[in-house]
């Protein structure tokens, strides 16, 4: 299993943070606290440990083809949430990313709870819907939002392509915590990462994903 030690903690978050590459943003997005005051008063917080970028020029991200209605809020400031409705069921939610007027988003795919192996169910499990999109989600007042948490380190953290879409599947961006529980997909699925000379597994370099 994960030794969850981890190298860094985060103190802060800026708009800054998020106004990035978004291949860059989402694997540094595992461990951050997702925040959710629920209507009837409950505050539950749980850390994120799996999670997939999207980015425009991705045939598989809602905003491939210009912007619309649906995906409007990915072409505004980053560090909104954007929440869409898939299958007539399921709800997900997304943090968007890169700078306004640039869409990009990662979605949640799991929390490190029971339940929240799975974006439609974390969100149906903390009842994120629609009316929760485009909230702030570096506001701490909001009803959703987001908090610093622990940071892992490379030899923590896999890579695989994304979960149930049928385009870009060479695009090998998906990130979660190596060996969580909650991970949503088969852990099987990720990738082996490669060695250094010093013998310290670390995230290839060399792998699209990390360039963007």
């Not at 850390?47 to 649906?70: K, L, M, N, S």
């Not at 701490?140 to 149930?164: D, V």
């Not at 979660?176 to 995230?203: E, I, N, T, Y």
């Amino acid at each position: 299993m994960l030794d969850y030690l981890t190298v860094a903690v985060r103190t802060k978050l800026t708009r800054a943070f998020f106004a990035r590459p978004t291949v860059e943003v989402a694997p540094e997005l595992l461990g951050m606290s997702l925040v959710r005051k629920l209507p009837s008063g409950e505050v539950v917080r749980a850390q994120i440990v799996e999670v997939e970028a999207y980015t425009q020029d991705d045939p598989a991200c809602h905003a491939y083809r210009g912007i619309t209605e649906r995906c409007k809020v990915m072409f505004g400031a980053p560090g909104f949430a954007y929440v869409y409705f898939i299958y007539g069921m399921y709800f997900c939610l997304n943090v968007v990313t890169e700078t306004e007027g640039t869409p990009g988003a990662i979605l949640i795919r799991a929390l490190g709870i029971p339940g929240g192996d799975g974006p439609g169910k974390l969100c149906r499990q903390w009842e994120i819907d629609r009316s929760l999109n485009g909230i702030d989600l570096l506001d701490s007042s909001s009803p959703l939002f987001l908090e610093p948490g622990t940071k892992y380190g490379a030899e923590q953290i896999s890579i695989s392509e994304r979960i149930g879409i049928n385009v870009a599947q060479e695009r090998l961006w998906r990130f979660f915590v190596s060996d969580h529980p909650h991970v949503s997909g088969k852990r099987s699925r990720a990738l082996s990462k490669p060695r250094s000379a010093a013998g310290k597994p670390k995230l290839s370099r060399s792998k699209p994903v990390l360039k963007g």
